[in-house]
Nanobody
Framework: QVQLVESGGGLVQAGDSLRLSCVAS????????MGWFRQAPGKEREFVAA????????FYTNSVKGRFTISRDNAENTVSLQMNSLKPEDTAVYYC??????????????????WGQGTQVTVSS
């Protein structure tokens, strides 16, 4: 497993941007597909975006397509989520997660082995 630490959350207004970062330590970062999930109060954790371990393929939930961009730097053991045109409905705790190699990144949280502690994103209207 890898250990994951997120940062970059905060309180912003609708239309603003934020960049979340996740630093990994432990086993070889480049072996893992990486994902971002979020959980709003009273709701289940949901998939936001994922990136293949090579960085070539990316995946997004429909509600963030065109606004969010996931990227990774395997040399720096980091995965980032650039969030533009934020909306109040993006308010949630955001988690990065690591999925073992094989296949493509899953949109289901059950396939991810390691999780960060989460970072709060609050978007005011």
């Amino acid at each position: 497993q890898v250990q994951l630490v997120e940062s970059g959350g905060g309180l912003v207004q609708a239309g603003d941007s934020l960049r979340l970062s996740c630093v990994a330590s432990g086993r070889a970062f480049s072996n893992y597909h990486m994902g971002w999930f979020r959980q709003a109060p009273g709701k289940e954790r949901e998939f936001v975006a994922a990136i293949m371990r090579s960085g070539v393929g990316t995946f997004y939930t429909n509600s963030v397509k065109g606004r969010f961009t996931i990227s990774r730097d395997n040399a720096e053991n980091t995965v980032s989520l650039q969030m533009n045109s934020l909306k109040p409905e993006d308010t949630a705790v955001y988690y990065c997660a690591a999925q073992g190699p094989g296949g493509t990144p899953s949109t289901s949280s059950s396939w991810y082995d390691s999780w960060g502690q989460g970072t709060q994103v609050t978007v005011s209207s």
